[in-house]
Every structure is written in C-alpha cells, then in structure tokens.
C-alpha cells in the first residue's frame, strides 16, 4: 500500500470511520488504554485517526497524537480541540529517541506500508521499561488462515493488511517484550498486546 493510496483511502474513510469502527472497537481501546499508569506520563498514540482512543486515556498522562491522514486529524481535533495532534508519518517519526513512556499503537500496523519501519519507530522512541500497547489484526505463525491470505492481495492497496504476522514484526526487535498478549475479537484474529522495553533499540 503506498501513501498515496493510504491518504486517499482513509480520505474517504475519515467521515464514516467513527460510524464503523466505534462500536466494534470502543471496549478493546478501553480495555487496551487501561494499561496507562495512573501516574504522570508522556504517551505517543501513533495513528490517532479520528481520535476514538482520546475518551479512554487518563487525565494524568501528557499524550500527543499523530497520524498520516489530514482528514482524519480534523475529525479527532473536533472531538478534542485542545489535544495537541501532529500530521506525520508512522515509518518516519521526527521525535526523539526514548522520549514516550508509552506508545498507543491501534489499528495502524495492519495499515501503514511497510509494518515494519512503523514498529521499529514506535519502539525507537519509547523509553527503555516503557510499554507499548497494540490492537491490530494479526495472524498467528503457520496459521492457515485461507480466505485472509487470500483477500490480502484486494484489501492490502486499499486501506488494510489482512496476512500480517505479529511474530514476524517481533522477531525483528530483540529489546521489545511480550508482557501480556490476550485474543480480543473474531476468533482472536483480532489482539491486545502489551509489550516492554528492556533495553535501548539496535540502531539501524
């Protein structure tokens, strides 16, 4: 999936999005969130979208937002004025490194181009015994799963990835963690992952 046709996809999504997503995802964005310190803290939601997760994070965490999408940030800048929102790339981020105690990745590995890149930023700039939490789709290793695999070829130019193997992306990142890793919906092809930080990222 290029970034054009990422723009022009959730273009289109952005005034239905909340429509179709909410529902769906409001208790597992909740219940992912949860895992926010109740204690001061600086958060990353990295593919905020149209800002579903900002009714779920505490009142204690300093978070920023940011996503690819214009259309997108103008939904979530009208759910919350004063958040602080940046248009940026995943693949590409301009923050520090190891300056987010947490980083709130949902629904956006499966989306943007190259998954990878994405996840090797996210932890880049995660503090080390920072955590990050994740909500995507993902398939298990040698996990048949026909008709994804099969749809991935038509949804993946699109607006999503539909074959992605979370242990694959893992595989690549030695100093990230698995804490915690639950099925969440659609026979757990759907999953809440909490990952920890235990050390500083390799540098590329």
């Known amino acids: 999936m290029s970034r054009q046709s990422l723009q ?10 909340n429509s179709a997503v909410r529902g769906f995802s409001a208790p597992l964005r909740q219940r992912s969130l949860s895992g926010i310190p109740s204690a001061p803290c600086r958060v990353l939601i990295d593919g ?3 800002g579903l997760d ?4 505490p009142d204690t965490c300093a978070a920023v ?8 940030l103008r939904h979530a800048q009208s759910l919350s004025p004063h958040f602080p929102l940046i248009q940026a790339d995943a693949e590409a981020l301009s923050f520090p490194d190891n300056c987010f105690d947490m980083v709130v990745m949902h629904l956006i590995l499966a989306v943007v181009p190259h998954a990878g890149l994405a996840f090797a930023e996210a932890s ?4 080390p015994g920072g955590r990050i939490l994740l909500l995507d789709k993902f398939l298990r290793p040698g996990e048949r799963a026909f008709w994804r695999r099969l ?12 074959d992605l193997v979370f242990e694959d992306l893992l595989a690549q990142r030695p100093e990230l963690q698995i804490v915690s890793d639950l099925p969440a919906a659609v026979g757990g092809w759907f999953r809440l992952i909490t990952l920890e930080k235990t050390r500083v990222a390799p540098t590329p």
């Open 8 to 17: 022009r996809a959730y273009a289109l999504w952005a005034p239905i999005y």
């Open 124 to 127: 880049r700039v995660l503090k």
């Open 65 to 72: 937002g940011i996503d690819f999408t214009h259309a997108m």
């Open 48 to 50: 905020i979208g149209t």
């Open 151 to 162: 749809l991935a070829p038509l949804f993946g130019p699109i607006a999503t990835h539909t």
């Open 54 to 57: 900002i009714p779920y994070l």
